[in-house]
């Protein structure tokens, strides 16, 4: 069995708005695409502090939104938050 190993690195950027989901799957489909990728591990470093990565299967766009609603209810907003250096809206991010 012959094993070959391909380090490719690429950094994609995204604008954003808060409180939002981002699809990157086409970004990262396309990366892979162009690179002649088959099979392999691929592995996702974020920069951001008060970003995460999730994985859902996507069949109903509107799970996005509950998640949004769930997360709002466990952070929220107007909570008198302790941590707040960044801005009001940095401990919810957190």
Known sequence: MQTNFCQESILLSFSTQPKTFHLITDDVTNWLTSIGAQMGTV???IKHTSASLTIQENA?????DDLIDALAELAPPDRPY???MEGPDDMPGH
Request: glycine share 0%; net charge positive.
């Open 82 to 84: 302790r941590h707040h």
């Open 60 to 64: 109903d766009p509107t799970v996005r």
């Open 43 to 45: 592995t996702l470093f």
